[in-house]
């Protein structure tokens, strides 16, 4: 994990003076309305980020910058949160430059638009939104693309996803064009073989795909109303597997573990308490359920189907265009 630095103007500055300039590529993103800018001179970074997110006019001013650059130091970012401007040195891994312009993104609609982050998975099932937020290593992706199998399910996103109220209601917002996906998808579940056999995987495993080859197009949402919480655990020493929480339990649960979000930019006491009164009010009106993920990932999955209400013999979608099936 990279080291999260707090700059001030004036650093950003110099870093720009040293690091920002005569860059060849400067691309603008759309993200979930944000336009965020990567600025770098690395062309495997400036390829996964076109087909990573949705294009910006380029008349349009960036409401947020990245600068991804090698400096031959320690894997850091810097961050200045008065003009949401990052810099991120020396890393290997796109998933970080990805998330970090999310966190960009969520940062400038958390302070102006009341609308706040969840990393995690958000699916539309039967017009009803589900989202599974999980720390790091609990099956998150494995949890959710085996739901995508299910030929009621649609997509929002698979990774971090937005929400904002309106009254009572919560409304989740996907963002990514393209999605970032592990390459032992497809050896969990096999519906997703052939999307990994034309992957371009990276030295992380992991590869940006357009999960619409599978799913199909019409199968992808940009937002859904949600209904349901999912939060994920593996805890070899619990021996319930599923059951429900209060909001209470629940909000102590993602307090204790961050927000199951390691890439908050800014996190001081205001920026907590934002986000512990947001976390609040989504889990007051939303259903929510503790995962324990210790069994296999088709009993997971039937846990959750009973719960939502899913019958246990639900369809499938066709697998390339074959008939549906049932699991």
Known sequence: MYKKVIITPGEREELLAEFGQNLPYGLKSNISGVCVKLNTDI?????????????????????????????????????????NTAFLFDTDYYGYV?????AIAGDVMEENHDIYSIH?????????????????????????????RLKNVRFIGDDWH??????????????ENESYIRADVGDVWQEYESLVKIARFD???????????????????????????????????????????????????LSKNSFCNPHFLV????????RVAAYRRLLKNTDVYLLN??????????RIREVLGIPRDAPLRPINGGPVHTA
């Not at 998975?121 to 739901?147: E, Q, R, V, W």
């Not at 929400?163 to 919560?170: I, N, Q």
């Not at 996190?267 to 934002?274: H, V």
């Open 43 to 83: 062309d495997y970074w400036a390829e996964e980020w076109r087909r990573n997110w949705f294009p910006m006019l380029h008349s349009i001013h960036s409401h947020g910058r990245l600068f991804v650059r090698n400096a031959g130091g320690e894997e850091v970012v810097k961050y200045d949160p008065l003009s």
């Open 162 to 175: 937005f929400f904002r109220f309106f009254g009572d209601d919560v409304v989740a917002y996907g963002s």
């Open 293 to 302: 993920t210790t069994e296999t990932p088709v009993q997971s999955q039937m």
């Open 98 to 102: 990805k998330s970090i312009a999310l």
């Open 120 to 148: 995690g998975a958000c699916l539309d099932i039967d017009g009803h939104g589900l989202s599974i937020i999980a720390p790091s290593g609990t099956g998150k992706t494995t949890t959710a693309y085996g739901l995508m």
């Open 267 to 274: 996190e001081d006491e205001r920026k907590t308490a934002l």
């Open 203 to 253: 030295n992380k495993n992991r590869a940006v795909v357009d999960i619409s080859r599978i799913v199909g197009k019409g199968n992808i949402r940009d937002s859904v109303p949600l209904k349901h919480v999912i939060l994920l655990k593996r805890d070899a020493k619990d021996p319930v597997p599923m059951r429900q929480l209060e909001h209470e339990e629940a909000l102590d649960y």
